[in-house]
């Protein structure tokens, strides 16, 4: 389930692009600002942009005393920088840990939909949980309702074409992004570009977004901690967030771009898929998001580069599949060097035993550089946060790799605001008990094995 095209199931019908993507040269993401420096875009309200006292007043008070000092400034304005999309105010966010508490919270909305129910996944599964879905988005659709989903070929590769079908039969528009299939997907190379995001807007009022796809491997909760054998089909450490308030529109405009792109029609004229929002609570949040469609388009990249760069007292990350470039692996330890406290948490085992030795094949320079790495050991780590200085967060779908920054549509939420930081710390801290954490002196001395296996994992990283 991890966004790698390198897994055994698909390689039989990803043969015939796999020459054609080995050919294409190796983009390296770039992180040049989207707005000028002092021009990042106005805070917006469900009214229209703030004035720039307003809006600097408005994420002071997010802040509070204890957190808002110039360092933390520096890092909020050069995050605005890269953002293309503005902060926008007056949203409630909540931390959804693990997929019951995230699956039962989008159940619950879809329930209580009154117009739209989009839906953009990578994998959409046959199994209980996604035929649980699938049989309530068709009783809305003959409740009256619009509803629209989108998957990703290579993610739900092995749901059959009747699974969808049966929604289409029942008037759920359904549409396929980038399809296996050399007619409808005739450049080769475009198969590498694939839709990893996991958005949900149900009402254009209401989104959500993070790691969890639609799927039973999310049935049940990390906290039963099912260890290695089990832990790689079922109970997954994963996080999501629901967002109800203005910045809905953001994720939903970006539904709809993808809809276009997989030949979908719609009139996003329609004033009920932007309605006026009242703010539902105090949050400032921004949709950061890579549409790479073959571009070397580095939103992600540049806003996760930059606030590393910018961090001064804590820079704490989660990642699931982490095969950072250099100069990433730089700004870590160069944060790590300037007193700030750099902590990863990565997976102890996974999906994927070609990422896993990937990720590993940093550990050593990273660990000699000062920064801590931690291994969740009791449930397979699928989670994609981070949070700096107590002050910005960010949740979503986009792994700290070179697939994530430069060939997947992904899409991060990131929340400026010490509230809601110190609740995704408290997170990262629990986790902290369920990890263990790695010794430089100790790492050197696992198996020579290990070591070959992540040299040459090391040279497929870019593809993985």
Known sequence: MSSSLSSPQFLPRLAPAFVALLCCACAAPKARPVHPAGAAPAVVVATGALSDARGE?????????????????????????????????GNRVNLLIDGPQ???A??????????????????????????????????????????????????????PGEFFD????????????????????????????????????????????????ISSTYESSSATRPGPE???????????????????????????????????????????????????????????????DDKSETRIYATYLEVMKHSSRRLWLTNAYFAPNKEMRQELIAAAKRGVDVRLIVPGFTDSGLILHASRSTFDELLAGGVRIYEQRYALLHAKTAVIDTALSM????NLDMRSFLHNNEVNAVVVGSGFAQKLEAVFERDLKDSRELDLETWRERPFSDKVKESASSLLSYWL
Request: aromatic residues 8%; hydrophobic residues 45%.
């Open 230 to 292: 089990a832990g790689r089909d079922e109970a997954w450490r994963d996080t999501h967030v629901e967002i109800v308030g203005p910045v809905a529109a953001q994720f939903q405009a970006l539904f709809f771009a993808t809809w276009t792109r997989a030949g979908g029609k719609v009139d996003t004229r329609n004033p009920l898929y932007f309605p006026a929002i009242e703010p539902a609570g105090g949050e400032l949040v921004a949709a950061v998001a890579t549409d790479a």
């Open 395 to 398: 949740v979503g779908s986009a």
């Open 57 to 89: 007043r408005l994420i002071e008070r997010r802040l509070g005393d204890e957190y808002d000092d110039p360092h933390v400034r520096e890092l909020i304005d050069a995050f605005r920088a890269q953002a293309e999309a503005p902060l926008v105010a």
């Open 102 to 104: 995230t699956l039962q």
């Open 166 to 213: 049966r929604m289409r039969e029942a008037g759920v528009e359904v549409r396929e992004f980038r399809p296996l299939d050399p007619v409808r997907t005739p450049l080769p190379w475009k198969i590498n570009n694939r839709d990893h995001r996991k958005i949900v807007v149900v009402d254009g009022r209401i989104a959500f977004t993070g790691g969890i796809n």
């Open 106 to 159: 989008i159940r619950k909305a879809i329930e209580g939909a009154q117009h739209s129910i989009h839906v953009e996944t990578y994998i959409f599964a046959s199994d209980p949980v996604g035929s649980e879905f699938a049989d309530l988005l068709i009783a809305r659709r003959r409740a009256g309702l619009e509803v629209r989903v989108i998957y990703d070929a290579v993610g739900s590769v092995t749901t």
